[in-house]
């Protein structure tokens, strides 16, 4: 048996064509994937059944058993878990690099198993990168080697601060042909520790460099944000004109309070806390609980502040004033807040003011909060939060999320390249 040729290096969110050929009809083969992060080791597998021409083939293919069901070409790659004990054994004298897995297969006929490594890169050839430090923000811009000048994008990540997620969906999308900043506004040095009052004014910053640049087309600049960075994405959108297209993943259209919570709001314009909205306290809860007004194990304790609509008006974003077409991805299991219904009011307010640009609202069943790119590990679905230590539960399912992710991508590509069109 061997595979079909396989690339040594390809970007994390490209579909493989995974087959394995010269096999009797009807063998039995089991599929692996290895790999490691952060010194644990995960693993997926799947058994498969040659068709009549000796091939096993995963795009047209579902396993006979394994750690995903169906048929789907990549179930490998987000159906990885981690492995304990004498399992994770298996891992020995494989790369710990945590950008390549080893897809290895064995045969049930005693034949010696084959093996391929395969790495998965955010930045493709061509795309090169620069940390940014001028006019006091902190960035990685990451763009082709090419000419330009390119359609640009701010990307934002949430409450962990830093780079995270920012930086690997800004290479991703330079990947894709786009000049792409990444950018941090707390949790490195120079800058809050906490998001905290962050000033909007900072981030204005960061576009009016952008738009300087001699690779970017100043009139085609978009957003991207992630969770608490979706609800900024929003809110960017509803204050700098220049930006042509917001992408909010997982996002609230209601401004919240710092995180973790200190009594103000988490950004300013113009020295001055935006409204923002507060959420019950557990002595109200449980005096809502013992009414029967908030149900035990719901996020009533956002909601029921929310019923008063004045209140909620002047706590939401003025998603009308964006100056260009809007997409919100939410995953309807989201756990760890609820994106889908707080993504809910920007559209009725959108509707409400008659917004005369495109909006879509991407809403997943069985997913949760953690949609992005394909092809990534969604089994992990609870975490101790990076600035809280808090435990966080992410919700959905790991097919789920990861269908939402393999949805959304490409809808999600095609929304910026249409958006960030000449005008």
Same mark, same amino acid.
């Given at each position: 048996?061997? +595979?079909?040729?396989? %690339?040594?290096?390809?970007?994390?969110?490209?579909?493989?064509?995974?087959?394995?050929?010269?096999?009797?009809?009807?063998?039995?083969?089991?599929?692996?994937?290895?790999?490691?992060?952060?010194?644990?080791?995960?693993?997926?597998?799947?058994?498969?059944?040659?068709?009549?021409?000796?091939?096993?083939?995963?795009?047209?293919?579902?396993?006979?058993?394994?750690? *995903?069901?169906?048929?789907?070409?990549?179930?490998?790659?987000?159906?990885?878990?981690?492995?304990?004990?004498?399992?994770?054994?298996?891992?020995?004298?494989?790369?710990?690099?945590? +950008?390549? #897995?080893?897809?290895?297969?064995?045969?049930?006929?005693?034949?010696?198993?084959?093996?391929?490594?395969?790495?998965?890169?955010?930045?493709?050839?061509?795309?090169?990168?620069?940390?940014?430090?001028?006019?006091?923000?902190?960035?990685?811009?990451?763009?082709?080697?090419?000419?330009?000048?390119?359609?640009?994008?701010?990307?934002?990540?949430?409450?962990?601060?830093?780079?995270?997620?920012?930086?690997?969906?800004?290479?991703?999308?330079?990947?894709?042909?786009?000049?792409?900043?990444?950018?941090? *506004? +707390?949790?490195?040095?120079?800058?809050?520790?906490?998001?905290?009052?962050?000033?909007?004014?900072?981030?204005?910053?960061?576009?009016?460099?952008?738009?300087?640049?001699?690779?970017?087309? #100043?009139?085609?600049?978009?957003?991207?944000?992630?969770?608490?960075?979706?609800? &900024?994405? &929003?809110?960017?959108?509803?204050?700098?004109?220049?930006?042509?297209?917001?992408?909010? *993943?997982?996002?609230?259209?209601?401004?919240?309070?710092?995180?973790?919570?200190?009594?103000?709001?988490?950004?300013?314009?113009?020295?001055?806390?935006?409204?923002?909205?507060?959420?019950?306290?557990?002595?109200?809860?449980?005096?809502?609980?013992?009414?029967?007004?908030?149900?035990?194990?719901?996020?009533?304790?956002?909601?029921?502040?929310?019923?008063?609509?004045?209140?909620?008006?002047?706590?939401?974003?003025?998603?009308?004033?964006?100056?260009?077409?809007?997409?919100?991805?939410?995953?309807?299991?989201?756990?760890?807040?609820?994106?889908?219904?707080?993504?809910?009011?920007?559209?009725?307010?959108?509707?409400?003011?008659?917004?005369?640009?495109?909006?879509?609202?991407?809403?997943?069943?069985?997913?949760?909060?953690?949609?992005?790119? %394909?092809?990534?590990?969604?089994?992990?679905?609870?975490?101790?939060?990076?600035?809280?230590?808090?435990?966080?539960?992410?919700?959905?399912?790991?097919?789920?999320?990861?269908?939402?992710?393999?949805?959304?991508?490409?809808?999600?590509?095609? +929304?910026?390249?249409?958006?960030?069109?000449?005008?």
């Amino acid at each position: 048996m061997k +595979f079909d040729t396989l %690339p040594q290096t390809c970007l994390v969110d490209e579909t493989l064509a995974i087959r394995v050929l010269e096999l009797q009809p009807g063998a039995r083969i089991t599929l692996k994937l290895w790999s490691s992060f952060n010194n644990v080791v995960l693993l997926s597998s799947a058994t498969f059944a040659a068709d009549s021409n000796g091939v096993v083939d995963l795009s047209g293919q579902a396993p006979v058993s394994g750690s *995903y069901q169906g048929i789907d070409a990549m179930g490998l790659f987000w159906s990885r878990a981690p492995a304990h004990g004498d399992v994770a054994e298996g891992f020995k004298g494989m790369t710990k690099d945590p +950008f390549t #897995a080893t897809l290895a297969a064995e045969g049930d006929d005693g034949a010696p198993p084959i093996s391929q490594r395969i790495k998965r890169v955010f930045a493709g050839p061509g795309v090169v990168s620069r940390e940014v430090r001028d006019g006091g923000f902190f960035g990685k811009m990451f763009e082709p080697d090419q000419p330009g000048p390119h359609r640009a994008v701010l990307v934002v990540g949430g409450s962990s601060g830093g780079l995270v997620w920012s930086q690997e969906m800004a290479a991703l999308l330079a990947s894709h042909g786009y000049a792409a900043l990444a950018l941090a *506004y +707390f949790a490195v040095e120079g800058l809050p520790p906490t998001l905290d009052r962050i000033p909007l004014e900072y981030f204005g910053t960061a576009l009016e460099w952008l738009s300087e640049q001699t690779t970017v087309a #100043a009139n085609k600049i978009g957003v991207v944000g992630v969770s608490r960075g979706g609800e &900024l994405a &929003l809110l960017l959108g509803a204050t700098y004109p220049e930006i042509r297209a917001v992408v909010a *993943y997982v996002p609230s259209g209601i401004l919240w309070p710092t995180f973790p919570e200190s009594g103000h709001g988490a950004w300013t314009l113009g020295g001055r806390e935006i409204p923002y909205a507060k959420t019950l306290t557990h002595e109200e809860w449980n005096k809502e609980l013992a009414a029967g007004s908030a149900r035990e194990g719901s996020f009533d304790w956002y909601f029921l502040p929310l019923k008063d609509a004045a209140y909620a008006s002047k706590v939401s974003i003025q998603v009308e004033k964006i100056n260009g077409p809007v997409l919100m991805i939410t995953g309807i299991d989201d756990r760890l807040w609820p994106s889908t219904e707080l993504t809910e009011f920007a559209v009725e307010r959108f509707k409400q003011h008659g917004f005369r640009h495109r909006v879509e609202h991407l809403a997943y069943a069985g997913a949760g909060h953690s949609i992005a790119w %394909p092809n990534g590990p969604t089994t992990m679905l609870k975490a101790k939060h990076a600035v809280s230590g808090d435990e966080m539960d992410m919700g959905g399912t790991p097919e789920g999320t990861a269908r939402a992710r393999q949805d959304s991508w490409p809808r999600m590509l095609a +929304f910026l390249r249409a958006a960030l069109v000449d005008d």
